[in-house]
């Protein structure tokens, strides 16, 4: 199965328009953001992206279309570097995407 419909799984972002594809292996994962009519958000992602920067999470941008986000985490991560990094992540895009009309 290379990849799960949207709403497949039950997680934090399933069946959200706004994040149409998420992929990787390992540490190294990508997500991409588009809008409700499948069209890429590098809108979304830049907003993503700035309430990453204000709670100090440093980001990486991937995709042609300017709307994709890369987690590349180095492999001596300490567990709670992740927790720290996706409650960032969690906030800024929670906030960006539900406030999207």
């Not at 991409?32 to 009519?37: G, I, R, T």
């Amino acid at each position: 199965m290379d990849k799960w419909p949207v709403g497949t799984h039950g997680t934090t972002f399933g069946g959200n328009p706004c994040i149409s594809d998420v992929r990787g292996i390992g540490l190294m994962v990508a997500i991409e953001f588009s809008h409700k009519d499948g069209s890429p958000a590098p809108d979304i992602w830049a907003k993503v992206k700035k309430g990453c920067l204000e709670r100090h999470m440093l980001t990486l941008s991937c995709d042609v279309n300017g709307n994709g986000m890369r987690f590349a985490t180095p492999l001596n991560v300490k567990k709670e570097e992740i927790d720290e990094g996706l409650s960032a992540f969690r906030a800024c895009s929670c906030n960006t995407i539900w406030s999207q009309p």
